[in-house]
T-cell receptor, first 115, second 114 residues
Framework: AQSVTQPDIHITVSEGASLELRCNYSYGATPYLFWYVQSPGQGLQLLLKYFSGDTLVQGIKGFEAEFKRSQSSFNLRKPSVHWSDAAEYFCAVGARGGATNKLIFGTGTLLAVQP | KAGVTQTPRYLIKTRGQQVTLSCSPISGHRSVSWYQQTPGQGLQFLFEYFSETQRNKGNFPGRFSGRQFSNSRSEMNVSTLELGDSALYLC?????????????FGSGTQLSVL
């Protein structure tokens, strides 16, 4: 069955420190991969996505993610965290080649940023 | 261009009642998907509509239903509400019908069941 695992429920980092949020997926083939961010009381905003090609993808707000097929991982990184990055982050997979927009989400990682 | 609009923003109901939530997609978008978000279960896919047809359905009981109108607006209905239905219900629209690559989410409807 398709699934997404985000092992870290909460992460706290200091402002200016680097960040890595982990995501592992289980899928029969190479899926489409996404990272979304959700601020309190808001919907989800797409940070970045991987469909094919270069396994290091750049997104908005200075985020990047690396797809590693051998590890079934798609970890999100940022070199220097800003206080405004405090939010909940969701990794998701989508069906490749299917006529559907259905996404399977991980349970999320809540990021807190210390001054 | 206006974003995805969900109404109402907040809703309080009691057990046994039914509720209807509305989603107006971005103009020109033909695909609408619904998700239930709870602290314990995260985001769970409910169903997806494309050009008024339900194409995909998640693993939810029949009390959860939806529809899409000719103008792409969508509604979801939950009958015989249970306490466990308390959640944030998110709607997402897309101009295409596949891959999940162009999803735009609304801010959600927060449903509380007492």
């Amino acid at each position: 069955a398709q699934s997404v695992t985000q092992p870290d429920i909460h992460i706290t980092v200091s402002e200016g420190a680097s960040l890595e949020l982990r995501c592992n997926y289980s899928y029969g083939a190479t899926p489409y991969l996404f990272w979304y961010v959700q601020s309190p009381g808001q919907g989800l905003q797409l940070l970045l996505k991987y469909f094919s090609g270069d396994t290091l993808v750049q997104g908005i707000k200075g985020f990047e993610a690396e797809f590693k097929r051998s590890q079934s991982s798609f970890n999100l990184r940022k070199p220097s965290v800003h206080w405004s990055d405090a939010a909940e982050y969701f990794c998701a997979v989508g069906a490749r080649g299917g006529a559907t927009n259905k996404l399977i989400f991980g349970t999320g990682t809540l990021l807190a940023v210390q001054p | 261009k206006a974003g995805v609009t969900q109404t109402p923003r907040y809703l309080i109901k009691t057990r046994g009642q039914q509720v209807t939530l509305s989603c107006s997609p971005i103009s020109g978008h033909r695909s609408v998907s619904w998700y239930q978000q709870t602290p314990g279960q995260g985001l769970q896919f409910l169903f997806e509509y494309f050009s008024e047809t339900q194409r995909n359905k998640g693993n939810f009981p029949g009390r959860f239903s939806g529809r899409q109108f000719s103008n792409s607006r969508s509604e979801m209905n939950v009958s015989t509400l249970e306490l466990g239905d308390s959640a944030l219900y998110l709607c997402a629209s897309s101009p295409t019908g596949e891959n999940g690559e162009k999803l735009f989410f609304g801010s959600g409807t927060q449903l509380s069941v007492l």
